[in-house]
């Protein structure tokens, strides 16, 4: 059995990301919040474009300052507020008022807020000697132009959407999102649009909805392909539309070692290989992790993920080895193919048998700033219930068997 770090490993070293000039389009900027950028932008401008008043003030020369003994100078006529660029400089011994965003006039090189200033007449009286070049923000000091402004394998947030704004930036390349096609396997599923009452036995198809909400949040497409029964000739003729629909593909259950498991049998009889098929992991152990040609991509293996029917394994192996697959085959760059984790205290005592790495879900909160585990009541991997809330799984590594209430746990932000 593999340990999670090598199955982390190896599936990041299959995953081809997708081409940047290929695989990618052009959005509108407002259209491209988390989505990542296809290529590095250049800023055109300097930013900021002219020296300008970082606050509603004075603007003055330093100089003068210094040949002043009592801090008072003369008052020019004129203001300038955001927007009007002023053509002649001020005279020697003048300041003038300005506005935050305001342009500095030639020569003019430091700026003292209104709040430690008193207008007396035509006069500015200093209640404090500003230091020289403060509240300016001077021309390329927060970058010039020609320089990149963002990187290629940046997930576009709310800070990158209006610096490109800034920048003008109207159209945007970003990588197409990828196309995942999920199945669900199992004799006993119905599918939540079918309103027939339950027959015993049967369980409606959880996976797909939890799935394809994974799938979402993780930027890519879901792309449904329903409950397939136990039956190999069924399974494949789905597990086949699917492989050719897609850029990867995740089916649920029938990955154990149970009577009616049967999707690592038909990979192999498909012809894929094979590189995983159980991990060290609690829950999560039988995961099918393989790659196989398909004749519409050229030498571009699709790569396909079998993961366990218990619901909380499903969104365990996601969490802990899909989800970075995705970001990788997306384009995002490396500081997203990996999860974060932190330390936080637990209120509860943890417990493992240590021979897996261990994952126990529960919330992450803050309690006056600091970060708290709150374990869920009951680890049942087929509880959906007593996972409602989960945002973060506290980890114990193989060997680690209790974590004390009160104690540091390692956690894992989902
Ligand atoms: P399996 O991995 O196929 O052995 O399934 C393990 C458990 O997960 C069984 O109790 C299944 O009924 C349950 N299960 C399998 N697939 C799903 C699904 N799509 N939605 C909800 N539960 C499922
Ligand atoms: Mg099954």
């Known amino acids: 059995m593999l340990s999670v770090d090598e199955v982390e490993r190896i599936i990041l070293n299959l995953v081809k990301p997708f081409d940047p000039v290929i695989d990618r389009e052009i959005l509108p900027l407002a259209q491209t919040l988390n989505r990542i950028l296809a290529e590095d932008i250049k800023s055109e401008l300097d930013f900021p474009n002219w020296d300008n008043s970082a606050m509603d003030g004075y603007a003055l020369r330093y100089a003068d300052l210094e040949d002043s003994q ?103 390349k970003v990588y197409r999102q990828p196309k995942v096609a999920i199945i669900s396997t199992g004799n006993e599923l119905v599918s939540l649009d079918d309103s027939q009452p339950l027959q015993l036995g049967q369980i409606i198809d959880s996976n797909l909805y939890a799935l394809s909400a994974l799938v979402t949040q993780a930027g ?62 609690k829950p999560g152990k039988p995961l099918t992790v393989a790659a196989l040609m398909h004749s519409d991509r050229g030498s571009d293996r699709t790569l396909y993920f079998g993961v366990p029917g218990n619901p909380v394994s499903t969104m365990m192996s996601f969490w802990r080895f899909i989800h970075g697959a995705i970001a990788k085959l997306g384009g995002a760059d490396e500081t997203n193919w990996y999860p974060q984790f932190m330390k936080a205290i637990t209120t509860d005592d943890l417990h493992s048998q240590g021979r897996r790495e261990t994952y126990l879900w529960g919330r992450l909160i803050y309690q006056k700033g600091n970060p708290i585990f709150q374990p869920v009541k009951n680890y049942s991997s087929g509880d959906l219930i007593g996972a409602i809330g989960t945002n973060a799984l506290a980890v114990m590594r193989v060997n680690q068997t209790y974590v004390a209430a009160g104690d540091e746990a390692i956690v894992m932000i989902i």
Do not use: H, N, W
């Open 220 to 281: 890519a497409i879901a792309i449904s392909f329903g409950a397939v029964s136990d039956r190999k000739d069924e399974l494949e003729v789905v597990m086949q539309k699917a492989i050719a629909s897609a850029d990867m593909v995740i089916s649920t259950g029938g990955v154990s070692v149970g009577d009616y498991d049967y999707v690592e049998e038909l990979l192999e009889k498909m012809g894929a290989d094979i590189y995983v098929r159980s991990v060290a992991i």
């Open 70 to 172: 009592d801090l008072r100078l003369a008052v020019a006529p004129d203001q300038i507020p955001a927007g009007m660029a002023i053509a002649k400089p001020i005279i020697k011994g003048q300041c003038i008022r300005i506005f935050t965003g305001g342009m500095l006039p030639v020569g003019v090189d430091t700026v003292i807020m209104q709040e430690d200033t008193e207008r007396i007449g035509d006069f500015l009286q200093l209640k404090v000697k500003p230091a020289q070049g403060e509240y300016v923000r001077r021309k390329g000091e927060f970058i010039t132009a020609g320089t990149i402004l963002v990187k290629a394998g940046t997930k576009l947030g709310v800070t990158e959407i209006g610096a490109l704004a800034s920048a003008r930036c109207q159209q945007v």
